[in-house]
């Protein structure tokens, strides 16, 4: 898992966001532990200091046998970097309390990704609505920066400032539940989990949601979050009423018959607006949900992607560049038959996998140890390379798959190789399950990393335009002709229209869409699997350059929009024709101008924008 990892970030400030000296020494901490309490093969590293000279060899064979150097840099230095390590984590584990006791340096917030850091000036954790209130007048009348941000997932950062930062997770109450009308009234900080944790026992829950539920609330609406189906909506379609505290007129509510131009612009909001402090959602009832993961062929998705799109409440696609492989996630409200059975009885229904989690994962740990030599290793360093073998058996999908990325992360026939051994992961991996609604619409999203995602219209269930197929094979045809060194999955999800102004499902953006429509949600995606500042950086470039061709190929032809919480802001100073070209494609796509007069008016000040909206606002 990522070091700044969900849960990591479930509360800002004094609860969560930490200094990143005594977090680093934490993580060094954590890596010290005996093998046997860790699944990473960095691990093998620390088995005890009797193998270390042991370990040292073999780190610096491995970094010569793949390229490196003799002190296991280069194209080795994943293994070798893990190896070294275990001589600075002891170390550094001493130094745990001493860095807990440190107030001196200044407090640093990274995002989930692990992309965008900011150093607030203050951070504030109100513990009631009229706290935010108060804190919201305050900035309004000194004009001092005041940023409203959530859990920190946003992968581009939208909610970080170096000004004021104003985290709300403090005010988590659930206020109301009306069970006639199957609405529930909350404040902002509540995460979305916890919020549906909270309503199942009373027969509720909602109805969508994204793809991690660490989410506060405020959050998760105001930047347009979306799950999968092509009948259902954005989150923020969800909204009944919500209230908002802006710096010139206080508080408003707004619904679709309080200032409903408003509503309509402030759902998603992008914290522009005001700070949300009240939200009423619409739910339904709880509901547990049928799984199916399989995996297809290309040709035959061409033939039943639309089908699916129509039979299945819920359906993501997860493709794999380089391979025929599709894998195919539905989700849909359980048969009748099913209803009245308990949890074993419904599973007794379900077919069987034909693998073990074990032989799934095998083509990804044959490969693993094929790229570490661990037969060659055993007849130099025997200790060493069977602890490293047994960390590797222990591995799961995700750190296999992280491991193998880091071993050669922009190596096009690298990657080709870690594709296909993912894809026979998934092939082997066919099966049914049944679980609540919360589980099964959330889903690995993997390590740090760099996300494009664009949403861009389809056509009706009734009246498809196949632009979501037709989208992909460009994109794959693509990919395979520039010899991009994209990982898997690039994933694929749908949702209907949404009413709100600043969606990028909304209905109306350039004349083209009606309520009718469906819309898909398509993202890229490049893993920073590991520290090495170097490494990070040249996937970092090679991202931007998977993007930019992505943007000049698809986006236009398509009308796609970039996700409010995926788009990258570049500098003025360095590309200002980047940052041309996405304030143009947001004019054309949203009323951008409609959307600055509010603002203009909601905060005169522009205390509650950071640098990252005012550019794509255009508003400096």
Not at 188 to 204: A, I, S
Not at 307 to 324: G, V
Not at 568 to 583: F, N
Request: charged residues 20%; contains cysteine.
């Amino acid at each position: 898992p990522p070091v700044y990892s969900p849960t990591f970030f479930g509360r800002l400030g004094t609860a969560g966001a930490t200094r990143k000296r005594k977090m680093l020494a934490r993580a060094a901490a954590r890596a010290a532990r005996p093998a046997s309490q860790r699944t990473s093969a960095a691990s093998v590293a620390r088995v005890g200091s009797a193998h270390l000279g042991d370990h040292a060899m073999v780190a610096g064979m491995v970094g010569l046998q793949q390229g490196g150097t003799a002190d296991g840099t280069g194209a080795g230095s994943v293994l070798a970097a893990a190896f070294v390590g275990a001589t600075v984590a002891t170390a550094a584990a001493a130094n745990v309390a001493a860095c807990d006791n440190d107030e001196d340096e200044s407090e640093e917030v990274v995002n989930w990704s692990g992309t965008h850091t900011c150093y607030p000036v203050k951070v504030y954790e109100p513990e009631s609505v009229s706290e935010i209130e108060g804190i919201v007048k305050a900035h309004h009348e000194s004009g001092a920066k005041l940023r409203v941000v959530g859990s920190a997932l946003s992968p581009n950062g939208i909610g970080l400032t170096n000004g004021a930062m104003l985290n709300v997770a403090n005010c988590d109450a659930i206020l109301h539940v009306d069970h006639s009308l199957k609405q529930v009234t909350v404040e902002p900080g509540v995460k979305v989990g916890d919020l549906c944790d909270q309503l199942r026992p009373m027969g509720l829950t909602l109805e969508n949601l994204a793809s991690i539920a660490e989410q506060q609330i405020g959050g998760f609406i105001q930047v347009g979050a979306h799950g999968t189906g092509a009948s259902v909506p954005p989150v923020d379609m969800q909204v009944v009423r919500m209230k908002l505290a802006t710096p010139a007129f206080g508080t408003l509510e707004l619904s679709a018959t309080s200032h409903p131009d408003l509503f309509e612009m402030a759902k998603v909001g992008l914290g522009a607006l005001g700070v949300v402090t009240e939200v009423t959602l619409q739910c339904v009832d709880a509901h547990d949900l049928l799984e199916h993961t399989y995996t297809t062929t290309r040709a035959q998705l061409q033939k039943d992607h639309i089908r699916i799109l129509k039979e299945h409440r819920h359906a993501r696609f997860m493709w794999i560049p380089y391979t025929d492989t599709v894998v195919v996630v539905t989700n849909d409200y359980l048969p009748s038959s099913m209803l009245e059975l308990g949890d074993e009885a419904r599973r007794a229904q379900l077919p069987p996998p034909k693998y073990t989690p074990a032989e799934a994962t095998a083509p990804m740990r044959d490969l693993l140890k094929e790229m570490y030599q661990i037969q060659h290793l055993k007849r130099i360093a025997p200790t060493a390379a069977t602890a490293l073998e047994e960390s590797v058996d222990s591995m799961g999908f995700g750190a296999l798959r992280d491991e193998l990325l880091a071993i050669d992360p922009l190596n096009v026939d690298h990657i080709k190789r870690v594709n296909q051994a993912e894809a026979d992961f998934w092939t082997r991996s066919e099966s049914y399950d049944i679980g609540k609604n919360t589980n099964k619409l959330q889903f690995d999203c993997g390590g740090q990393q760099w996300v494009s995602e664009v949403a861009f219209p389809v056509g009706s269930l009734e009246s498809p335009s196949h632009a979501d197929f037709r989208y992909m094979q460009e994109l794959l045809q693509m990919i395979e002709v520039k010899q991009i060194p994209a990982p898997a999955p690039i994933e694929q999800r749908w949702s209907s229209s949404s009413s709100s102004r600043m969606s990028p499902a909304a209905t109306g953006g350039g004349g083209y869409t009606t309520m009718d429509d469906v819309h898909s949600w398509v993202g890229i995606i490049m893993y920073l699997p590991t520290d090495d500042a170097t490494q990070r950086t040249d996937i970092t470039e090679a991202f931007f350059n998977y993007k930019k061709e992505c943007a000049g190929s698809l986006w236009g032809r398509y009308g796609a929009q970039e996700h409010w919480a995926k788009i990258e802001v570049p500098s003025k100073s360095k590309d200002c024709e980047a940052l041309d070209s996405i304030q143009r494609r947001l004019k054309s796509r949203f009323p951008v101008e409609t959307f600055n007069a509010l603002r203009r008016q909601l905060d005169p000040n522009n205390v509650l924008a950071n640098p990252h909206i005012d550019q794509l606002m255009n508003t400096e």
